[in-house]
């Protein structure tokens, strides 16, 4: 079943909060006696500590702490590899590194502190190329990786933090059924998540217990990188995030909670942390990956794909944070979502002195789809046929094997083909200075464990406690609607309390666009078995059969005899002396598929994606030939996240994501010095897309049954759209040009540069 | 040193104390307590502090605060009707014009600039008009559905007055 | 710290004799100071309720004054402005945003004298002069002598901004700013070039002006157009005018793009700019700012 959709009225929860003004975010909350936080940054990307004098700092009068990393217990943490301490420790290895953090009556005193702390340093060699960083000569950003505890499944060498490989077939043997061969390299430049909420944190200690107020999309990470860092049980550490203005990754993980703990049990007052825009620039170790990809890929004069290889080389910057799983991920990434029945992919994440790289929206994806995409449309061009048609011809249908050896269950990409190239004219005239290019991407859904808890109370009100986090998307929001379904009752019939980990059970967090696919199922589970409750409270009112109950319209009705009916706050008021309405829920996450006929070096779980999402976008941009200057004027964008459950929500999430692609593909790139420093990192300079600039989106949803995915059969969606935009205008462009612009963003002097040669 | 002066904002007189160096956004978040007004990057890049300055769109984050005495201030905290949604706000919510709701504010202050000055404006307007204001989540499609129904419903409104 | 809000330019003059910086809207001293580009001055000014500051009036002599208060916003639509100094409500209408177009003043960017400002070149190809009060005299200079260096003026420090004077417009002329953008709104000119153009009356050209923003420490004037005379406006022309715009720039390589590609990019701006000129003096209407109306940025 394919179906067009119209969004429907969908009023989110928060949103009377946020149009307001009354929302509270964490940069808006006050304590009483509160203290301001500043950090003392390195400055510089590679150095060896010769000083750190902050005895000046502490004597500043309204200066009530500063620590540096001898105030904290020595620990090295990382998900992945454990390479770095909150505090910099004998060597900082990239600019943004903290040295030192001050808690002081103002700001401007906290400043002032910092400015007075002595730093001195002997230079290090900078590592700023990630390719030569590679090499056997050059130097290391740790010299004592070996020495690191690491997951045991991680291959590491030097400079290599993570190596991953994937082989299915003989791509050699590939190469000799080819008749042509095409070899293509290009460069993605790393780029931010530019959340427009700069990050904020807040903590205060309540005799031997803290609970901080702080702007992360993952509050159990949060929680769990303070309890390992400051050596404390979780349950004495409490995460609340008041509302969060937006992360697309950037606030993934474990960043400064733990200073900001400790600045408070040290000063005993609760102490404020709220970044700048530049420090969110530099700062965090969440910056998207720059890439380096070699690709080669052997095609036959009826245009099969025989064989294709691939080297890639992923910026890790100086530490790892969640990027252990970059170089799995990649390379089914650079591989891309075609059958080609030999493949071979090897992949590094490459230390570097540059801000560290993370998980930001479909982490690799987005430049890696815009690699191989552009290859592909190469490898069209090399036997002269259509890319539309190309990829019908190449890419993965049910029951087609992927480059890891996945057969795939029901999947809906060659719909999505179809439908992108319908929606954007694909045939159509047009006039000399304007084209239409078109790209596929994937990204899988994350299964992972999630609870959530949901009880109605005597009058009748529901609550859903859960542990899942909004960020924006409306996932959350959604949850309402799918408590309400259950029960036959209305989204506005309750309300959410989210976002504290002493309040609710695990979830993973607004990560992996896993919320409503993880805790949606969770919801689903508790509020099943609020509704087995009804039921029974029901079937003894109206004596009837509990199997005929059915809930609907806020009422329990018996089947068949509609006027047999009682109002479910009736049983709730009757629950509420006895046995009570609560529920909890989690379900069994779907389990990974299996794999046939491949091999992974390296293998994270990156390889067998479950319920994956397709997507094809088509877009079409107008060339200013004489400046280089490139405007998307449309996009059509179809994708396969399975069921929309919150139609509204799922247009915005592809609107969104769209543009922050298109900023990607044209204005968004991080330009570094020689000197490994950020040099744009300031929103003049590193340019987000306006309203003016928005091109029309037209989205379109293949809604087909999916085998094995998240409640109602939905997928994730929240990362997806962000992947093949910036490759669609590559091949736009390319169509103008005769051949792809190799760097990205294909900035307006890259285009022009282009042109020249 | 510091001065006191008296803010207007929404109709509200504050007397501050402030110094005179301290930029708007900062006094109205801090003395006169009101925090709907966001600061995103701190110099006029991102319109998460745009507030109206007599009716006019104004970056609080780079303009001082004694700047604004005796002017007319107008944040997020005062668009509402009474106690009833503008318009404006309702038709944000209802075309999904808001997710992570951090640009939100800024974005109605500009809006509301807008359609002040051009009830009933193009396409093109709209965009021009809220330029100043980035969002990073919703793509803008449904924040300008949101501007452009508005402006629509309110001159329906006024045709049929 | 001290800060006055002064009514009459008077009160103004006095206290800058005083030694008081003048405050417009105020945006590039509070985000310099923020930035740490320079201390936010000890002692203020406001001259921002001095209303006799803001008029845009027409002499009858057929100049035009501009008060230093007008604001960008004014200047993308004020009649007398869009009618004969189109060039400069193009460049004020690219400026920032609509809010710093509101709070941003033509006196401020004056005084400011960034070699990257939006109004400039239009100023420099339009002849406007600056009239200049202290608290003992008034001057009047060309913005060409004003400029001394990036962010630097020939103005005393006691001197205020009190207007721009605009000259009569010669009869069959238009003038016209594009300037170089990676996207549509929220932009500083990477390059930009302002042209008037005058028509004979058999449609040569009698006279034309050009001017750079951003690939020099000023604003850059371009030499030797009054070769173009009697020419007519076509292809070979524009070439020419690009290749001696291109020729004349010094830019330098940064951030925002290098030196290589402003060089050609400013030739582009400074051709486009000379062609819209030309249309305009030619009656055809190109709304402002030309960047939205054709060429780069087009909605379309």
């Known amino acids: ?757 | 040193m510091s001065t006191t002066v008296n803010l207007r904002v929404n109709g509200t007189t504050y007397p501050v104390t402030i110094d005179e160096g301290r930029n708007l956004v900062s006094v109205i978040r801090t003395e006169v307590g009101l925090t709907g007004t966001k600061e995103g990057c701190d110099d006029c890049e991102c319109g998460a502090c745009m507030v109206l300055i007599d009716g006019r769109p104004v970056n609080s984050c780079s303009y001082l605060a004694v700047q604004a005495q005796d002017r007319e201030i107008t944040t997020v905290e005062g668009v509402m009707n009474g106690s009833e949604l503008h318009p404006l706000q309702r038709n944000l919510l209802e075309e999904g014009g808001v997710q992570c709701g951090f640009c939100t504010p800024g974005m109605i202050m500009s809006a509301t600039a807008l359609l002040a000055a051009n009830p009933t404006p193009s396409e093109e307007e709209v965009r021009i008009g809220l330029s100043g204001n980035l969002c990073r989540c919703t793509g803008y499609a449904k924040i300008l559905a949101a501007v452009e129904r508005t402006a629509t419903e309110s001159a329906q409104e006024m045709a049929q007055a | ?300």
């Open chain 3, 1 to 300: 710290m001290t800060f006055l809000i002064a009514t009459t330019v008077d009160e103004a003059v006095a206290a800058m004799s005083t030694g008081s910086r003048p405050i417009a809207g105020g945006s590039d001293l509070v985000v310099g100071a923020r930035h740490g580009k320079f201390a936010l001055p000890t002692d203020l000014v406001a001259i921002d309720r001095i209303t006799a500051l803001r008029p845009i009036t027409t002499n009858a002599d057929g100049t035009v004054r501009v008060g230093a208060l007008a604001n960008h916003a004014e200047l993308e639509v004020n009649a007398t402005i869009v009618g004969g100094y189109t060039a400069l409500a193009d460049g004020a209408a690219l400026v920032g945003s609509p809010a710093t177009r509101h709070v941003g003043t033509l006196g401020g960017n004056v005084m400011n004298a960034s070699p990257a400002m939006d109004t400039g070149a239009p100023l420099v190809v339009l002849g406007a002069s600056v009239e200049l009060r202290s608290a003992d005299a008034t001057r009047i200079v060309t913005v060409g002598d004003l400029w001394t260096g990036p962010g630097r003026t020939s103005a005393a420090a006691n001197e205020l901004c009190v207007a721009v004077h605009l000259p009569a417009r010669p009869a069959h002329s238009g003038s016209a700013y594009l300037r170089l953008e990676y996207r549509r709104a929220m932009e500083i000119a990477v390059v930009g070039a302002a042209a008037s153009v005058a028509l004979n009356t058999d449609g040569t050209l009698a006279a034309v002006e050009i001017a750079l923003t951003a690939v020099a420490p000023m604003i850059l004037a371009v030499t030797g157009t009054s070769s173009f005379a009697g020419r007519t406006i076509d292809d070979a022309l524009l070439a020419e005018i690009a290749e001696m715009a291109a020729d004349q720039a010094t830019p330098i390589s940064d951030v925002r793009a290098s030196d290589r590609y402003r060089r050609h990019t400013v030739g582009v701006m400074a051709r486009r700019a000379v062609a819209a000129a030309a249309d305009r003096a030619h009656g055809v209407t190109i709304s402002v700012p030309v960047n939205r109306a054709q060429g780069i940025g087009a909605a379309r």
């Open chain 1, 1 to 757: 079943m394919t179906t067009t959709t119209t969004p429907r009225r969908f009023v989110r929860a928060d949103g009377p909060d946020k149009v307001t003004g009354s929302g509270r975010y964490t940069a808006d909350l006050t304590m009483t006696g509160q203290l301001a936080a500043k950090f003392r940054y390195a400055d510089v990307a590679h150095a060896r500590i010769t000083r750190l004098d902050v005895s000046a700092a502490r004597a500043m009068p309204g200066v009530m702490a500063v620590l540096t990393n001898d105030d904290v217990p020595d620990v090295r943490f990382g998900p992945f590899i454990q390479d770095r301490t909150l505090f910099a420790r004998d060597v900082v290895r990239f600019e943004g590194e903290v040295l030192a953090a001050v808690a002081a009556l103002t700001p401007a005193i906290a400043q002032a502190a910092c400015d007075a702390i002595i730093f001195e340093y002997e230079p290090l060699p900078v590592v700023g190329d990630i390719e030569a960083a590679l090499a056997a000569d050059s130097p290391l950003v740790h010299d004592d990786w070996s020495a690191y505890g690491a997951a045991d499944v991680l291959v590491r060498d030097r400079n290599d933090a993570s190596f991953a490989s994937i082989t299915k077939g003989d791509v050699e043997a590939g190469f000799a059924e080819a008749d042509h061969i095409v070899t293509s390299r290009y460069v993605a430049d790393g780029c931010h998540a530019a959340p427009i909420e700069p990050r904020a944190v807040v903590a205060q200690w309540e005799g031997d217990k803290v609970t901080i107020w702080t702007s992360t999309q993952v509050p159990f990470d949060a929680r769990a990188g303070v309890c390992e860092t400051l050596e404390l049980p979780s349950n004495r550490v409490r995460i609340i995030v008041p509302h969060l203005g937006g992360g697309f990754g950037g606030k993934c993980g474990f960043h400064y909670e733990a200073h900001i703990a400790a600045l408070a049990r040290a000063t005993k007052r609760p102490v404020r942390l709220v970044f700048s825009r530049r420090e969110e620039f530099i700062a965090p170790d969440r910056r998207r990956e720059g890439m380096v990809f070699e690709i080669t890929s052997g095609v036959r004069n009826d245009g099969t794909i025989t064989a294709r290889k691939a080297w890639v080389a992923v910026d890790n910057g100086a530490y790892t944070a969640d990027s252990g799983f970059f170089s799995q991920l990649v390379a089914m990434h650079i591989a891309g979502p075609y059958a080609i029945a030999n493949v071979h992919v090897d992949a590094h994440l490459v230390y570097t002195n540059h801000q560290p790289s993370g998980s930001v929206r479909a982490p690799t994806a987005p430049g890696a789809c815009w690699a191989v995409e552009s290859h592909t449309d190469e490898l069209a061009r090399a036997v002269g046929m259509d890319s539309v048609d190309f990829r019908h011809l190449n890419a993965l249908d049910t029951g087609r094997v992927g480059p890891s050896g996945q057969t795939h269950d029901e999947i809906g990409l060659q719909q999505c083909i179809a439908k992108a190239a319908e929606m954007i004219g694909w045939n159509d005239d047009r006039p000399a200075d304007e084209a239409v290019g078109l790209a596929i991407g994937w990204w899988p859904s994350f299964a992972a464990p999630s609870g959530a808890y949901v009880k109605i109370d005597g009058d009748g009100a529901g609550q859903i406690i859960t542990g899942a986090q909004e960020c924006g998307t409306g996932a959350v929001m959604t949850l309402r609607q799918l408590a309400a379904d259950e029960l036959g009752m209305q989204p506005e019939d309750f309300q959410l309390i989210y976002q504290d980990t002493s309040a609710a059970p695990y979830d993973m967090g607004a990560t992996g666009s896993q919320t409503l696919f993880n805790n949606g199922r969770a919801v689903v589970e508790a509020a099943t078995e609020i509704g087995r409750q009804l039921r029974n409270l029901a079937a003894q009112r109206l004596e009837a059969n509990v199997d005929d109950i059915v809930l609907a319209d806020g009422a329990a009705h018996v089947a068949g005899t509609p006027a047999l009916s009682v109002p479910i706050a009736e049983l709730a008021a009757e629950a509420a002396g006895g046995e009570l309405l609560i529920a909890h829920g989690s379900g069994v996450p779907p389990s990974a598929p299996a794999l046939e006929g491949s091999s992974c070096v390296g293998d994270l779980g990156m390889a067998a994606w479950v319920a994956p999402q397709f997507s094809c976008h088509a877009v079409r941009i107008r060339l200013d030939r004489d400046t280089g200057v490139v405007r998307v004027l449309d996009v059509a964008a179809a994708h396969d996240s399975g069921t929309i459950l919150n139609e509204v929500g799922a247009h915005g999430q592809v609107e969104g994501g769209i543009l922050m692609g298109v900023g990607q593909a044209l204005t968004e790139g991080t330009v570094y010095g020689a000197d490994a420093r950020q040099r744009n990192a300031a929103l003049l300079e590193y340019k987000l897309q306006t309203i003016a600039d928005s091109p029309k989106v037209t989205t379109h949803f293949v809604q087909i049954p999916t085998p094995n995915a998240g409640p109602k059969g939905a997928k994730g969606l929240a990362e997806a759209p962000n992947v093949p935009t910036a490759a669609a205008i590559s091949n736009a462009l390319a169509s103008l040009l005769g051949s792809p612009v190799r760097q990205l963003p294909m900035s307006a002097e890259r285009v022009w540069e282009a042109m020249q040669s």
